[in-house]
């Protein structure tokens, strides 16, 4: 389903093509192009012509005008559709007083073929009429691999959180940063492309696992991480199901605007958001099945964190908390046998009653309701799906695993932390009750085929595993398979710290860049002697700074672990407050310090977003990728960055409320550490220097 693809044959991954691979690499092809102007020019404004199916024409009246991204820099991105493989295009300058000839850029055309720019990108070349000047202006060309869902996500987020900005004529959302150049001090920049293999694309195969090998760093010293998290192992869909993932996302060229004429991502993210459709439905059900001892709602818990984190509306409902309360904790093995009529009647009552308050929950505004149960028959399932029906999409998530080990595991774990056998003194006895409990549920299982549905088949462990889907479309349920795709259960723990203190800090002042102050460099000693001792067995493990040089500088003590720069790591964007103090702002915009920071501010800190930057949402939407990096993480990693990121992040692990996240407290020079396994996430403190 790639850009560019449409000549490609199906088995050209196969052949080994390299060329033929990138085609079919997965989601949209997003293309963008910005300049900046050294000396501002009012009387020119930047356009683009070339090919007509993609950019107009080459008559320069039908060109498409780039738009003011800020006071320095304009920018026009658009998707490229499947049947586009070659974009031939030039920069021109039009004058702003009609009838003045158009200036188009020197030398030759500009050739992109299937995502790869021919020939030098960095400038553009333009000769005046009038007095043969030549003004040179820095360019910035891009194309990105994007799946179709994430660029609607983009533009989903744009549209709930965009506030106007109070500075008139500059766009309040950017999305895309100029490319910077690493320097020696800063490390390597490299390039790196988001969602390269994403988890919508649609495979025609029965199944494929997540092989961890597809998935490699090139540890340079200060590796440069833009977006995204690299590649994700491919999800597959039954063949012959109708699914979003099978349809053919392209855009009629002959229709008026068939390309977005704006600038930004989120103009390319409203054609992809259209060509998705509406969201299809406002609620939502998950609602599990799987034999016992299957990590069911190991799954359901994690999921229901993610989606809270993201903002959706969402609540777990376990089936046998209504069990326990209905019918009391010392329920044996013959209450699960399918020949007990008063057994079965009791767990389809105590099931519809859970769904019963789900639908009644969604009614009064919730989202996503997770369903927590066996649900291992076609008769309970065909149960679920009638009370939903005209209420609620549902989708059935099972839960296989055929690993001995992990099901003897999990069946431990269940006897040790399940209120079922809390009153059981004897472990052994537990232990024959649940698998005897366990064997009557195998007697009838029936493996879902009907309806919605993603299998996870021997995914726990991380090491190889299926993943199925069929009959899934649309943006949230697009998201959730991603997620499941990059989830295990392997132990590692996740080090959190914010960078010692700065100079800024001192200062008081917002945002900034500036090195560490005297005690920020005695922390990033006593920082890198505590994590040479605590992960002193963990060679694999890493560390990921901001492109900040305050997180750099504090990682620059720690040794023999690979350093991973993440531009989604910086600190919250203060915009035009960025490096001023409080006393500052008020002093210099007395309208936006009283009106803003002492009111809405205040108000609602979560949203509240900065002149020209970012609110906490924004940084929740740019960690994302963080985040699904950091779930298929195996080994530990040291998360060096700022107060809002770190918040945002914590607040992820810990099941926060989004409305907390503005105030939970990080302070400096402290290690939050989140370990993350099989029994769910633990934390611990370590202070180690007084602020």
Known sequence: ????????????????????????????????????????????IPHVYGSAPLVGSWDPDKALAMERESTSMWEISF???????TLDFKFLLKPTHSGSPCIVEEGLNRLLTRGSLHGDAGSALFRLPENNEV?????YIKADRVSPFDLAASWRAYLENLQPSTVRGIPDVSIHDIPVTGSEDLGVSLPYSPYSSSSQEMAESKSVGPDSSGHRHDYHRGLFVDRGVGNSPKTVRSEGAASL?????????????????????????????????????????IALVGLPARGKTFTAAKLTRYLR?????????????????????????????????????????????????????MQEGGQVGI???????????????????GKCKIIFLETI????????????????????????????????????????????????EEGSYIKMIDMVSGQGGQIQVNNISGYLPGRIVFFLVNTHLTPRPILLTRHGESRDNVRGRIGGDSVLSE?????????????????????????????????????????????????????????????????????????????????????????????????????????????????????????????????????????????????????????????????????????????
Not at 323 to 347: I, Y
């Open 1 to 44: 389903m790639g850009a560019g693809g449409s000549k490609a044959s199906d088995n050209s991954l196969e052949n080994g093509g390299e060329e033929e691979g990138l085609e079919n690499a997965g989601g949209q092809l997003y293309v963008s192009l910005k300049m900046e102007f050294s000396k501002i020019n009012r009387d020119l």
């Open 79 to 85: 998707v490229v559709p499947p049947n586009h493989e």
């Open 135 to 139: 003004l040179e202006y820095r360019v």
């Open 245 to 285: 993932f099978g349809r053919e996302l392209m855009l009629d060229t002959e229709t008026e605007n068939a390309m977005p004429e704006a600038a930004g991502a989120v103009a390319a993210a409203a054609v992809a958001d259209r060509m998705l459709g509406p969201k299809e439905h406002r609620q939502l059900a």
């Open 309 to 361: 984190w993201l903002g959706h509306d969402t609540k777990h409902f376990n089936v046998g908390k209504y069990r326990r309360l209905k019918h009391g904790l010392n329920q044996t093995a013959d209450f699960f046998r399918a020949d007990n009529p008063e057994g079965v009647d009791a767990r389809n009552e105590v099931a519809a009653l859970a769904m019963e308050d789900m639908l009644a929950w």
């Open 371 to 389: 369903f927590d149960a066996t649900n291992s028959t076609r008769q309970r399932r065909n149960m679920l799906m009638n009370m939903a029906e």
């Open 401 to 448: 695993c055929n690993d001995p080990a992990i099901i003897d595991r999990n069946i431990r774990l269940k006897i040790q932390q399940s209120p079922d056998y809390e009153t059981q003194p004897d472990f052994e006895v537990g232990m024959e009750d649940f698998k005897a409990r366990l064997a009557n549920y195998e007697k009838v299982y029936e493996p879902v």
């Open 519 to 691: 005690d920020g460099e005695h922390y990033a000693k006593k920082l890198a002697d505590f994590v040479n001792k605590r992960l002193r067995s963990e060679r694999t493990a890493s560390i990921w700074t901001s492109t900040l040089q305050r997180t750099i500088l504090t990682a620059r003590h720690i040794g023999g672990f690979p350093k991973i720069q993440w531009r989604a790591l910086d600190e919250i964007n203060a915009g035009v407050c960025d490096g001023m103090t409080y006393e500052e702002i008020k002093k210099n915009m007395p309208e936006e310090y009283e009106y803003v920071l002492r009111g809405a501010r205040k108000a609602d800190k979560l949203r509240y977003r900065y002149p020209r930057g970012e609110s906490y949402l924004d940084v929740i939407q740019r960690l994302e990728p963080v985040i699904i990096e950091l779930e298929r993480q195996r080994a530990p990693v040291v998360v060096i960055a700022h107060q809002a990121v770190l918040r945002a992040l914590y607040a992820y692990f810990a099941d926060k409320p989004l409305k907390e996240v503005p105030h939970i407290e990080v302070p400096l020079h402290t290690i939050i550490e989140i370990q993350m396994g099989v029994t769910g996430v633990h934390e611990k403190l370590y202070k180690i220097m007084d602020s």
